[in-house]
């Protein structure tokens, strides 16, 4: 889609668009709105007259930490003044200049939305390429059956009558020579289950061997590579499929009405109800719940973001988010040895995000206010909203704390409440879910599941390879691995911190500090310089993030917070290898740098078949810059080496990969130990029969009851039967002080020293 800057549409578009804010009531960290975006358009279509341009992404260009953390301090500390210096809100705009001969010049700018004016202009060297647009990802099917050549190919496999071809665009890979190449695309191609041409029928089932690869400046087909499809023997051996080639294959589908069998019918309900409403409150992009304030950004490369952390007024980290995402293939057939994506950098974890849907990608009670809209730009260089790309809810994990003194019976136990802060992501065959999970006793997960379609191939009927498995009849599953990269802007307790990790070695028998053999110490190692280190489970390694300049009370330690990274395998292909280069983060499970402003990529800024990994973390660390007592960064790469099951297809439960963020002397207690400990009364054990409760009728099952319990089945009905005719005359009053006084009488206690203190004997 191209702007043509002579359009008096695109003059005023921005007029266009119904938008009631200005930038000047906007926070520095929230995404651009759609008058924004349009006011970047516009700058840049004047300033490139009268060259046609196509835009690629227009979002929030951060301010620098430098200018930023001020404004942030001011804010915390309700110290805002009109006069507070504000940093300028600025939009990074790409785009391309299209010639006359169709070329494209690959551009990069910044523009002051509110001045109106372009503050940096770049033309990007040709050796690198542009993520993937939304319209040429839309644009590749078409232009592919278009195809006389890819018509051909098609007529070579003998398919079915009106058979339909599904096509997944896909991004080249790297490149074979560090010569600049013409931006490709390349497609898997698949079709319809011939059977019923249902357009939600799962096409991975019936692969078809042929790739087509597709010059997007030309927009043309100007090849289709044909796929190697035997196995043991003839793995590198081409054309040996049978010649009706997907004659072999079986439909394998997910959607429910296409489920062989139908779906089971013995799951009742679970429902998640918060009578009160929910906990946190949500002004704009801040969030505050549980002693916890951050704000919620979101962009096109990394989807949701999260900034300026901080509990009980104590700032924790600037900056977390999902830097970059690499899936390797591990089928050394060509062109297979390319088969590799960043996608992230390749084509944005954003611009792939679902819209969330209430019930079903998140539970409880969602208000208006829990789900985060996202304001991307599209070709033409126009804002729109994309809504509910962020889910934000509270959840039950199971018990938080407890504790019973088995002099009295007296038992204390918290429930484990978490609030979710969640984005989905579908790229073609696979979704993944990532969640920045927040906990009561100042801990944070960073959690990420993946879940989708395995990418298939075809094979030949009677043929095992050792490049995957065989997940349905002509269908294989190729070895893969996903290798993530998470990016941790610390500050705790400040900006000056130091990465340092601890091992816990076992002690020599010695006489006199070992005499009888169960000791063990603690090494700590400081990293001073930018650097690498991997997992050690064998020494529990641990990393802290702490704070040297100041020290806990109790401990007498500096403050921090840690992790332990789980040995996760990391790059399988050889550091050599086209992947191995292009993913140089992948070659270790931590990585420490210097901050500096922008970098915010592991793999470097331009992933789209690249060579070689350019300004990633590798070119990072090379600085070998003083990381001690510093404003530092911390990355950890984490893979999932999936080699696929037939449990996988047609669609793979999720796997499920967690990296806990907990204090470590940053507090002088547990700070969880305020959490209420009030019994949940809505928790029932029923006898047999029907019960109704809340108006709904709930079939249950014979339960033992002990004697004197105030919930058993008798006594339920009872109150059922009394919550009914209050139904039917009046409002109903609350019971709940009633079960405590009685429960406190079971227990001997005075009711009022029960309540906030038991939830349970």
Same mark, same amino acid.
């Given at each position: 889609?191209?702007?043509?800057?002579?359009?008096?549409?695109?003059?005023?578009?921005?007029?266009?668009?119904?938008?009631?804010?200005?930038?000047?009531?906007?926070?520095?960290?929230?995404?651009?709105?759609?008058?924004?975006?349009?006011?970047?358009?516009?700058?840049?279509?004047?300033?490139?007259?009268?060259?046609?341009?196509?835009?690629?992404?227009?979002?929030?260009?951060?301010? +620098?930490?430098?200018?930023?953390?001020?404004?942030?301090?001011?804010?915390?500390?309700?110290?805002?003044?009109?006069?507070?210096?504000?940093?300028?809100?600025?939009?990074?705009?790409?785009?391309?200049? !299209?010639?006359?001969?169709?070329?494209?010049?690959?551009?990069?700018?910044?523009?002051?939305?509110?001045?109106?004016?372009?503050?940096?202009?770049?033309?990007?060297?040709?050796?690198?390429?542009?993520?993937?647009?939304?319209?040429?990802?839309?644009?590749?099917?078409?232009?592919?059956?278009?195809?006389?050549?890819?018509?051909?190919?098609?007529?070579?496999?003998?398919? +079915?009558?009106?058979?339909? !071809?599904?096509?997944?665009?896909?991004?080249?890979?790297?490149?074979?020579?560090?010569?600049?190449? =013409?931006?490709?695309?390349?497609?898997?191609?698949?079709?319809?289950?011939?059977?019923?041409?249902?357009?939600?029928?799962?096409?991975?089932?019936?692969?078809?061997?042929?790739? +087509?690869?597709?010059?997007?400046?030309?927009?043309?087909?100007?090849? %289709?590579?044909?796929?190697?499809?035997?196995?043991?023997?003839?793995?590198?051996?081409?054309?040996?499929? =049978? $010649?009706?080639?997907?004659?072999?294959?079986?439909?394998?589908?997910?959607?429910?009405?296409? %489920?062989?069998?139908?779906?089971?019918?013995?799951?009742?309900?679970?429902?998640?109800?918060?009578?009160?409403?929910?906990?946190?409150?949500?002004?704009?992009?801040?969030?505050?719940?549980?002693?916890?304030?951050?704000? %919620?950004?979101?962009?096109?490369?990394?989807?949701?973001?999260?900034?300026?952390?901080?509990?009980?007024?104590?700032?924790?980290?600037?900056?977390?988010?999902?830097?970059?995402?690499?899936?390797?293939?591990?089928?050394?057939?060509?062109?297979?040895?390319?088969?590799?994506?960043?996608?992230?950098?390749? @084509?944005?974890?954003?611009?792939?995000?679902?819209?969330?849907?209430?019930?079903?990608?998140?539970?409880?009670?969602?208000?208006?206010?829990?789900?985060?809209?996202?304001?991307?730009?599209?070709?033409?260089?126009?804002?729109?909203?994309?809504?509910? %790309?962020?889910?934000?809810?509270?959840?039950?994990?199971?018990?938080?704390?407890?504790?019973?003194?088995?002099?009295?019976?007296?038992?204390?136990?918290?429930?484990?409440?978490?609030? !979710?802060?969640?984005?989905?992501?579908?790229?073609?065959?696979?979704?993944? &879910?990532?969640?920045?999970?927040?906990?009561?006793?100042?801990? &944070?997960?960073?959690?990420?599941?993946?879940?989708?379609?395995?990418?298939?191939?075809?094979?030949?009927?009677?043929?095992?390879?050792?490049?995957?498995? &065989?997940?349905?009849?002509?269908?294989?599953?190729?070895?893969?691995?996903?290798?993530?990269?998470?990016?941790?802007? =610390?500050?705790?307790?400040?900006?000056?911190?130091?990465?340092?990790?601890?091992?816990?070695?076992?002690?020599?028998?010695?006489?006199?500090?070992?005499?009888?053999?169960?000791?063990?110490?603690?090494?700590?190692?400081?990293?001073?310089?930018?650097?690498?280190?991997?997992?050690?489970?064998?020494?529990?390694?641990?990393?802290?993030?702490?704070?040297?300049?100041?020290?806990?009370?109790?401990? @007498?330690?500096?403050?921090?917070?840690?992790?332990?990274?789980?040995?996760?395998?990391?790059?399988?292909?050889?550091?050599?290898?086209?992947?191995?280069?292009?993913?140089?983060?992948?070659?270790?499970?931590?990585?420490?740098?210097?901050?500096?402003?922008?970098?915010?990529?592991?793999? @470097?800024?331009?992933?789209?078949?690249?060579?070689? $990994?350019?300004?990633?973390?590798?070119?990072?660390?090379?600085?070998?810059?003083?990381?001690?007592?510093?404003?530092?960064?911390?990355?950890?790469?984490?893979?999932?080496?999936?080699?696929?099951?037939?449990?996988?297809?047609?669609?793979?439960?999720?796997?499920?990969?967690?990296?806990?963020?907990?204090?470590?002397?940053?507090?002088?207690?547990?700070?969880?130990?305020?959490?209420?400990?009030?019994?949940?009364?809505?928790?029932? &054990?029923?006898?047999?029969?029907?019960?109704?409760?809340?108006?709904?009728?709930?079939?249950?099952?014979?339960?033992?009851?002990? $004697?004197?319990?105030?919930?058993?089945? /008798?006594?339920?009905?009872?109150?059922?039967?009394?919550?009914?005719? /209050?139904?039917?005359?009046?409002?109903?009053?609350?019971?709940?002080?009633?079960?405590?006084?009685?429960?406190?009488?079971?227990?001997?206690?005075?009711?009022?020293?029960?309540?906030?203190?038991?939830?349970?004997?």
């Amino acid at each position: 889609m191209i702007a043509d800057p002579s359009d008096p549409v695109a003059k005023d578009i921005s007029a266009k668009v119904d938008n009631s804010h200005t930038s000047f009531s906007f926070h520095p960290l929230d995404q651009l709105s759609t008058k924004e975006i349009n006011t970047a358009r516009d700058v840049i279509l004047q300033c490139r007259v009268p060259a046609p341009v196509t835009f690629r992404n227009i979002a929030l260009e951060e301010p +620098p930490k430098e200018e930023l953390l001020p404004y942030l301090a001011a804010e915390r500390n309700q110290e805002l003044t009109p006069e507070t210096p504000k940093p300028p809100r600025l939009a990074r705009v790409l785009y391309d200049i !299209v010639s006359s001969e169709h070329a494209l010049m690959f551009c990069d700018s910044v523009v002051d939305v509110e001045t109106k004016e372009e503050i940096s202009y770049e033309i990007v060297d040709r050796q690198y390429h542009a993520p993937l647009s939304g319209d040429e990802i839309r644009d590749f099917p078409d232009i592919v059956m278009a195809s006389q050549m890819f018509q051909d190919a098609l007529v070579e496999l003998c398919l +079915p009558e009106n058979v339909m !071809v599904v096509i997944d665009p896909w991004m080249y890979g790297g490149c074979d020579t560090p010569e600049a190449e =013409p931006r490709y695309m390349q497609g898997l191609v698949y079709t319809r289950d011939p059977g019923t041409n249902n357009p939600d029928s799962n096409h991975y089932a019936f692969p078809l061997p042929i790739i +087509p690869v597709v010059d997007m400046t030309t927009r043309e087909v100007i090849r %289709v590579d044909k796929l190697c499809t035997g196995g043991n023997g003839d793995a590198f051996e081409e054309s040996t499929h =049978p $010649e009706e080639t997907i004659a072999h294959c079986r439909p394998a589908e997910y959607i429910p009405e296409l %489920v062989e069998g139908g779906l089971r019918q013995d799951l009742k309900p679970l429902n998640v109800f918060q009578p009160e409403g929910v906990s946190f409150r949500v002004t704009g992009s801040l969030v505050e719940w549980q002693k916890w304030r951050f704000r %919620v950004g979101f962009n096109a490369r990394e989807g949701a973001t999260i900034h300026d952390v901080s509990y009980d007024g104590r700032s924790l980290f600037h900056r977390i988010s999902f830097s970059e995402m690499s899936v390797p293939y591990g089928d050394p057939r060509p062109p297979f040895h390319r088969k590799q994506a960043f996608d992230f950098g390749d @084509g944005g974890a954003g611009r792939a995000t679902n819209s969330l849907q209430i019930g079903c990608d998140c539970l409880g009670v969602i208000k208006v206010v829990t789900y985060f809209d996202a304001v991307m730009s599209d070709g033409s260089g126009q804002g729109t909203v994309v809504p509910n %790309v962020i889910c934000m809810h509270e959840q039950d994990n199971g018990i938080g704390w407890k504790h019973s003194n088995y002099r009295t019976g007296r038992a204390v136990v918290t429930r484990n409440r978490q609030l !979710v802060v969640q984005f989905t992501i579908t790229l073609a065959n696979y979704e993944y &879910i990532f969640a920045y999970i927040f906990d009561q006793a100042g801990g &944070i997960a960073i959690e990420t599941r993946a879940t989708g379609v395995v990418s298939t191939v075809p094979i030949d009927p009677g043929k095992r390879s050792p490049w995957g498995n &065989i997940v349905s009849p002509g269908v294989l599953a190729q070895n893969h691995q996903h290798l993530f990269c998470v990016r941790i802007d =610390p500050c705790i307790d400040g900006t000056q911190n130091t990465i340092l990790y601890e091992e816990s070695h076992a002690l020599p028998w010695d006489e006199e500090i070992n005499p009888y053999g169960n000791g063990y110490e603690i090494k700590q190692t400081v990293m001073e310089k930018s650097g690498w280190a991997d997992s050690a489970p064998e020494h529990n390694r641990v990393f802290k993030i702490i704070n040297p300049n100041i020290m806990n009370p109790i401990s @007498g330690r500096p403050i921090g917070y840690r992790f332990t990274p789980p040995s996760t395998q990391l790059m399988l292909a050889h550091p050599n290898s086209i992947m191995g280069r292009r993913a140089a983060y992948a070659a270790h499970h931590v990585w420490v740098t210097r901050y500096r402003d922008c970098e915010y990529w592991a793999a @470097g800024r331009w992933t789209n078949q690249s060579h070689v $990994e350019t300004g990633g973390v590798r070119d990072m660390v090379e600085r070998n810059e003083d990381i001690e007592n510093e404003d530092i960064v911390l990355w950890y790469s984490f893979g999932l080496t999936h080699n696929p099951r037939v449990e996988d297809f047609p669609v793979m439960p999720v796997e499920i990969h967690t990296i806990n963020l907990k204090p470590s002397d940053f507090f002088t207690q547990n700070p969880a130990i305020d959490v209420p400990s009030a019994k949940n009364y809505t928790s029932k &054990i029923y006898g047999d029969g029907i019960v109704k409760k809340d108006g709904f009728e709930v079939e249950t099952s014979p339960e033992p009851q002990e $004697e004197g319990d105030p919930d058993s089945a /008798q006594e339920a009905e009872e109150e059922a039967g009394e919550s009914d005719a /209050q139904e039917e005359n009046e409002e109903p009053e609350s019971e709940e002080p009633e079960k405590e006084e009685l429960e406190s009488e079971e227990l001997g206690e005075d009711p009022e020293t029960i309540t906030n203190g038991c939830c349970g004997a």
